[in-house]
T-cell receptor
Framework: DQQVKQNSPSLSVQEGRISILNCDYT??????FLWYKKYPAEGPTFLISISSIKDKNEDGRFTVFLNKSAKHLSLHIVPSQPGDSAVYFC????????????FGKGTLLTVNP | GAGVSQSPSNKVTEKGKDVELRCDPISGHTALYWYRQSLGQGLEFLIYFQGNSAPDKSGLPSDRFSAERTGGSVSTLTIQRTQQEDSAVYLC????????????FGEGSWLTVV
């Protein structure tokens, strides 16, 4: 029973274009969402987060959008750079206890020069 | 050290043997977590420590798994009588506190049970 789903295992984008990574969740109790980026042989690193009281959060080239009614969030990277090539994990938590993250399976983003 | 440090980075063990995985969190971080990632899966929560106590052990998959933390710092995850399904990357993470703080992950310990 996957509560956080990333339905696209991989995504390929041209450098300079927009990358859009999608994530769906089923647990309506989730109220805080995060994106992590992972390079091979490294641990995941925190990228950006959003609280359920917001529908958008922006940090430089990265923007996360949250659609609570659809239980859907997306990460936009613009412009995409080759160094953005990594696995991106969507994660969610509830009740203010952000230690117990529920992760999706990840999406491998490849940005081609 | 600057980041979360885990050892060993790779471990191959025979089915039925016990293994210990070590985590050294970022200095000053009171909260410590263990997650694991099996092949083709997302990260799965195992256990959370606040100081030396573990308020949430709900993710430990069986009683063959245990963890402890001493001195509010180093933690050890022990898997007894390993099974092939235990093969995974075991990731340790830490944060300043459990609420509202960024969680920093280590590079993980790759465990292969043969």
């Amino acid at each position: 029973d996957q509560q956080v789903k990333q339905n696209s295992p991989s995504l390929s984008v041209q450098e300079g274009r927009i990358s859009i990574l999608n994530c769906d969740y089923t647990n309506s109790m989730f109220d805080y969402f995060l994106w992590y980026k992972k390079y091979p042989a490294e641990g995941p690193t925190f990228l950006i987060s959003i609280s359920s009281i917001k529908d958008k959060n922006e940090d430089g080239r990265f923007t996360v959008f949250l659609n609570k009614s659809a239980k859907h969030l997306s990460l936009h990277i613009v412009p995409s750079q080759p160094g953005d090539s990594a696995v991106y994990f969507c994660a969610a938590t509830s009740g203010g206890s952000n230690y117990k993250l529920t992760f999706g399976k990840g999406t491998l983003l490849t940005v081609n020069p | 050290g600057a980041g979360v440090s885990q050892s060993p980075s790779n471990k191959v063990t025979e089915k039925g043997k016990d293994v210990e995985l070590r985590c050294d969190p970022i200095s000053g971080h009171t909260a410590l977590y263990w997650y694991r990632q099996s092949l083709g899966q997302g990260l799965e929560f195992l256990i959370y420590f606040q100081g030396n106590s573990a308020p949430d052990k709900s993710g430990l998959p069986s009683d063959r798994f245990s963890a402890e933390r001493t001195g509010g710092s180093v933690s050890t995850l022990t898997i007894q009588r390993t099974q092939q399904e235990d093969s995974a990357v075991y990731l340790c993470a830490s944060s300043l506190g459990p609420e509202g703080y960024t969680i920093y992950f280590g590079e993980g310990s790759w465990l292969t049970v043969v």
